[in-house]
């Protein structure tokens, strides 16, 4: 009986995640996690200071 009721809400949540992903429209998270790191790093990018290094002269 130990290991079912310590299994239960385990169990419980993957059945809901299954049902979930499977009826409604749930957005890609590792699609999105990339879109965010893209922009993300553009941004940092367009504001960084630039190195000491770098003359043009």
Do not use: W
Not at 12 to 24: E, H, K, L, P, S
Not at 31 to 51: G, I
Request: aromatic share 10%.
């Amino acid at each position: 009986m130990g290991i079912i009721r310590s299994s239960f809400s385990f169990i419980a949540g993957t059945v809901c995640g299954i049902y979930i992903a499977q009826n409604y429209n749930v957005p890609n998270i590792q699609k999105l996690t990339n879109e965010v790191l893209f922009k993300a790093k553009h941004v940092e990018e367009q504001y960084r200071k630039p190195k000491k290094g770098d003359d043009d002269t």
